[in-house]
């Protein structure tokens, strides 16, 4: 269970990005935090793991208080939350496998992981998580070889083979084409609830977030506008979130297009395609 | 909506005031060149300029043909060039890895003090001539290939630091971070983060590097650290101009083969 109380940051340059927010993330709960650039979705997500130090307020992993943890402690927190990135953030010079064993960093000593000497459980695990995404015949290929969908999956090995309770997502899409971004999505959500992980995923795209979230928090201006369900997401709500605009196209597709979506699974006629291939992105 | 109307409107690049600015500027360019020219002429004592030709001419029918045999001697002062160079080189990188580190803004340990102090070392080790160091040094430690490895490494350290702690501030933030967010140390965030991006403008700089000192320990024989410039100026002082253009010819076959040798390996690398 993640307590989010009181959150505030303020930056070095005197903006206000967070003012005071609330949140409580039961486990196992995928939700999405949506809301303009800006509006300080990034900065909850870094508080949380400190990548950014919150300037008041207090963040709870199970009863531990992240925000007074000293560097020694904050390192073995930071284990137990995986982060995804928006450019995927993988080393691109290094293989795919010493990217995803790049997640065990936290739990290995210096010279064990700069010799690559890593015990072989987590290169059991390792091997495990990149044939889950479909990437297992990939495990040599530098990273900058891969296509984004393929470094995103990466991306995500490396996170889950921390054995974390929580996921930070940050933009897990932007970066993608449609169909690759539902993958993606996809499959962080199945993977939360295979392996009953909590999730916080930013996102811009209101449809997706709609589609694969239990569960939406509205940001607007450092502040919570919206916490509730996907369905309850009506144009007033948008509004308030980001603004005045017209928003019946954005919800109404999200009606028609869900159906379109399992369509998309099922391939006619043919046998029906090992998940691996569907995941790899080769359908 | 009103609409400007498009012809009859003139173009400019500069307005009036900043065309004359720029040809007072030329103005002054070229009476300051002419003048300066006139100041050199005047001190130049211009029969021998004149001469020069004749002189040139002559030097070059005293040198050829280079004095074959000679190269039996060389051997030994062109292998000691070469390792003054490898040598130095290599002590210069293991000391500016350091250096680097601590001067580039994203690794320093303090922007304040341990910075300024790197930023110190790059520069005065950049402003002082590898040639300038050997003196010095073969006044310390005494004439010898020892005092050329310490002022190529002297010589180097600054631009290895440099061009090396460049690369350090340009990389990926964001790969550093995400290794950060595993709950890495900070020595593995280093080995994971950082030391991958830039170690291909590290071993690009070590091998162009190396280039340039071959050619700089070339002529440190001159002032006394060892290596084939030693070589060189006996046979100046002794007007053995056979024997001089020979170490030329051997000079640049070497730097032909060191260039050849250092685009090979950048090759490899990029």
């Known amino acids: 269970m993640l307590r989010i109380k009181g959150l505030t940051k303020r930056y070095r340059t005197g903006d206000l990005a967070l003012k005071g927010i609330d949140i409580d993330v039961p486990d196992g709960q995928v939700m999405a935090l949506i809301g303009p650039s800006g509006a300080g979705k990034s900065t909850v997500i870094r508080c949380i793991n400190r990548l950014v130090e919150p300037t008041s307020g207090s963040i709870t992993l199970n009863d531990t208080d992240i925000v007074k943890l000293g560097s020694a402690d904050l390192r073995r927190m930071r284990r137990r939350m995986g982060m995804i990135f928006q450019e995927y953030a993988l080393v691109e010079r290094l293989s795919v496998m010493e990217n995803v064993l790049t997640g065990r960093l936290g739990y290995v000593g210096f010279w064990q992981s700069w010799l690559r000497r890593f015990p072989q459980s987590d290169i059991d695990e390792a091997f495990r998580l990149l044939e889950r995404v479909g990437l297992d015949h990939m495990a040599d290929k530098r990273a900058d070889e891969l296509s984004g969908g393929q470094r995103q999956r990466v991306g995500i090995c490396r996170a889950l083979i921390q054995n974390p309770e929580l996921l930070l997502v940050d933009e897990p899409t932007a970066s993608l084409d449609p169909k690759t971004s539902r993958q993606i999505m996809r499959l962080i959500r199945e993977l939360c609830s295979e392996r009953h992980l909590s999730a916080i995923i930013n996102i811009h795209d209101v449809m997706l977030a709609q589609m694969f979230a239990e569960r939406i928090v509205g940001l607007r201006l450092g502040e919570i506008v919206y916490d509730g369900p996907p369905d309850k997401l009506t144009p007033a709500v948008l509004t308030s979130i980001y603004g005045e605009e017209d928003w019946s196209a954005t919800i109404r597709k999200v009606d028609e297009e869900a159906p379109d979506e399992e369509a998309d699974n099922v391939v006619p006629f043919e046998v029906p395609r090992p998940d691996r291939d569907r995941l790899a992105g080769l359908t | ?270």
């Not at chain 2, 300029?49 to 045999?69: F, H, I, K």
């Open chain 2, 1 to 270: 909506m009103t609409t400007i109307p498009a012809r009859g409107r003139t173009w400019r690049r500069r307005d009036r005031r900043t065309e004359l600015l720029v040809w007072a500027a030329w103005l002054f360019a070229v009476a300051l060149f002419v003048g300066c020219f006139q100041l050199i002429s005047d001190k130049t004592i211009w029969a021998f300029v004149w001469d020069a030709p004749t002189q040139a001419g002559d030097l070059a029918v005293r040198m050829v043909p280079p004095d074959w045999l000679y190269i039996r001697t060389l051997g030994r002062p062109i292998w000691d060039t070469i390792n003054i160079a490898t040598i130095g080189t290599l002590i210069a990188i293991l000391l500016a890895i350091p250096v680097a580190y601590c001067a580039a803004r994203n690794t320093t340990p303090s922007v304040s003090i341990v910075r300024p102090i790197a930023l110190f070392i790059i520069v005065s080790s950049r402003s002082i001539n590898a040639l300038i160091w050997a003196l010095m040094l073969v006044t310390i430690i005494g004439p010898g290939v020892f005092s050329g490895i310490i002022a190529i490494a002297l010589r180097s350290i600054g631009f290895c630091a440099k061009l090396l702690y460049e690369a350090i501030e340009e990389i990926d933030e964001g790969q550093v971070e995400a290794v950060r967010a595993t709950g890495a140390s900070g020595a593995q965030v280093t080995g994971y983060g950082i030391v991958p991006q830039v170690l291909p403008a590290f071993a690009g700089i070590s091998v162009f590097r190396w280039d340039i000192n071959i050619r700089e320990s070339t002529v440190l024989g001159l002032v006394g650290a060892g290596g084939i410039g030693l070589e060189l100026n006996a046979a100046i002082t002794q007007l053995y101009w056979t024997q001089v253009s020979l170490i030329l010819l051997v000079i640049i076959g070497t730097v032909i083969v060191s260039e050849w040798v250092s685009a090979k390996i950048r090759h490899a690398i990029i």
